[in-house]
């Protein structure tokens, strides 16, 4: 089963995601986060990758899509997989939509966080990530139970991300409405999209994420 976490921002994908796979057997492929192992390794792949996210615009098309295409051939994502993150064009939606027909796996439902602007400004702003295993959370609303300290992985390096200053957080918001909200208008009129209202409590917007799944 294919499970396509969408979302603005901040609208919590990446706080969501693990329980979800969980439940499902299915691993997790977020775009963001393989390009920050590949910025943190210094490649040539996540200097590229850099430019794009540290000014909030999107890496292009044919890069992600060759990376995506890559991911998706290996062996743990032969029985589904939950991207995150993946696609925000719509032509990315299209190339995945093609990959999906030949892959002869279902495309279950695309499961759309819907969080008004200013919330997601106060949620990044908020933000520490872990910078070992990518874990999120927030200082008021999600803190680690020891601070500073992941309790996914034990790292202490659970820091500001690099895209989370209010200036480039604005512009990521601002790239979200022009070139990756048209990809919920996609999915829906081809009847494979739900919103999941994506405000309250996090595992209140678990449950609803799971009642959608199931619906
Ligand atoms: P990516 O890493 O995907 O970032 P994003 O889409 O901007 O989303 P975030 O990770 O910021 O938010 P999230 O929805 O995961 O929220 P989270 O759960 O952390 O992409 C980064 C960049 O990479 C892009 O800008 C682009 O440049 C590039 N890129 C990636 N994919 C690409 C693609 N396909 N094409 C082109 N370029 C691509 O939660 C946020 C905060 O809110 C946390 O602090 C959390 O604790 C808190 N929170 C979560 N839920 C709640 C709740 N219910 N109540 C209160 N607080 C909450
Ligand atoms: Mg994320
Ligand atoms: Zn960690």
Redesign the pocket.
């Known amino acids: 089963m294919i499970i396509i976490l969408f ?1 603005p ?7 969501q995601a693990s329980a979800l796979c969980e439940a499902y057997g299915v691993p997790q492929v ?4 393989i ?1 920050r192992a590949h910025l943190k390794n210094n490649t040539p792949l996540g200097q590229l ?1 850099r430019s ?2 540290n000014n ?4 292009p098309d044919e890069v ?1 899509w060759k990376l995506v295409e890559s991911r998706l051939s290996e062996p743990d994502c032969a029985g589904g997989v939950l991207l ?6 719509v032509v ?1 939606a299209e190339l995945m939509l093609s990959w999906v027909k030949e892959s002869g796996l279902a495309l279950s439902q695309v499961l759309a966080l819907v969080v008004p602007d200013e919330e997601l400004v106060e ?2 702003a ?2 520490r990530t872990c910078l070992d295993c990518q874990a ?3 200082v008021q ?2 803190p680690p139970t020891v601070e500073g300290v992941c309790d996914r992985c034990g790292s202490h390096r659970v820091v500001q991300r690099e ?1 989370d200053s209010e200036e480039t957080v604005r512009k ?1 918001i601002a790239t979200y409405h022009r070139e990756t909200a048209p990809v919920l208008d996609f999915f829906k009129a081809r009847g494979l999209a739900t919103e999941v209202d ?1 405000l ?3 595992g209140d ?1 678990a449950a609803r994420l799971r009642q959608a799944l199931q619906g």
């Open positions: 979302g921002p901040g609208a919590g994908k990446g706080t977020a775009t963001g986060d390009f990758a794009f996210m909030g615009q999107l890496v992600v995150d993150g993946f696609p925000r064009t990315q949620r990044l908020g933000r999120s959370y927030h609303y999600n895209d990521r994506g309250g409590e996090i917007v």
